[in-house]
Antibody, heavy 116, light 107 residues
Framework: EVQLVQSGGGLVQPGGSLRLSCAAS????????MSWVRQAPGKGLEHVAN????????YYVDSVKGRFTISRDNAKNSLYLQMNSLRVEDTAVYYC?????????WGQGTLVTVSS | EIVLTQSPATLSLSPGERATLSCRAS??????LGWYQQKPGQAPRLLIY???NRASDIPARFSGSGSGTDFTLTISSLEPEDFAVFYC?????????FGQGTKLEIK
């Protein structure tokens, strides 16, 4: 069974940092691009970043470029999102998802709240 | 960036009725358009990928059509569990954008 189990998240002040993790199991992690998708409260979905099979290519939506870093550890079957210089508008539920562009499997989501 | 516009914003129908949801792209996305269903408090679920391909375990009452800039998700006969928010998404150009969603509610 494919599972994506997320951890991290919580409350952080504007300008602060946070790291999200996503532990994958039930499939060959190294065969798939991976992504982070977020959803602000009561709003739609936004594809934030994706990373290729070996972590050598990363793509970001303009609103997070230079502040967020997506990475993966294939030895640990894990995906990460390092979020720096957080802004109030980054408040959202963050989902990890299997795939670079099409998402058959999703994590359970983790809430990130940026507030003073 | 490709903008996806979904219509209507809200659709009120009864179980057993046919639902037709639309998604229009600001430029051609070829056939690289998918549909997701999201229920409150849950992660989205992939229904349709690349215009008309049903994802695994998706019932046959869900179908997709279209090409270029105009796409449609059809639910042939609504079941009670189908009521949710639906999003279209393009994977033609980065960033892979989503539409703003159509809420399908029980009439």
């Amino acid at each position: 069974e494919v599972q994506l189990v997320q951890s991290g998240g919580g409350l952080v002040q504007p300008g602060g940092s946070l790291r999200l993790s996503c532990a994958a199991s039930g499939f060959t992690f190294t065969n798939y691009w991976m992504s982070w998708v977020r959803q602000a409260p009561g709003k739609g979905l936004e594809h934030v970043a994706n990373v290729n099979l070996d972590g050598s290519e990363e793509y970001y939506v303009d609103s997070v470029k230079g502040r967020f870093t997506i990475s993966r550890d294939n030895a640990k079957n894990s995906l990460y999102l390092q979020m720096n210089s957080l802004r109030v508008e980054d408040t959202a539920v963050y989902y990890c998802a299997r795939g670079g562009a099409r998402f058959h499997y999703w994590g359970q989501g983790t809430l990130v709240t940026v507030s003073s | 960036e490709i903008v996806l516009t979904q219509s209507p914003a809200t659709l009120s129908l009864s179980p057993g009725e046919r639902a037709t949801l639309s998604c229009r792209a600001s430029q051609s996305v070829g056939s690289y358009l998918g549909w997701y269903q999201q229920k409150p408090g849950q992660a989205p679920r992939l229904l349709i990928y690349d215009t008309s391909n049903r994802a695994s375990d998706i019932p046959a009452r869900f179908s997709g059509s279209g090409s270029g800039t105009d796409f449609t998700l059809t639910i042939s006969s609504l079941e009670p569990e189908d009521f949710a928010v639906f999003y279209c998404q393009q994977r033609y150009n980065w960033p892979y954008s989503f539409g703003q969603g159509t809420k399908l509610e029980i009439k």
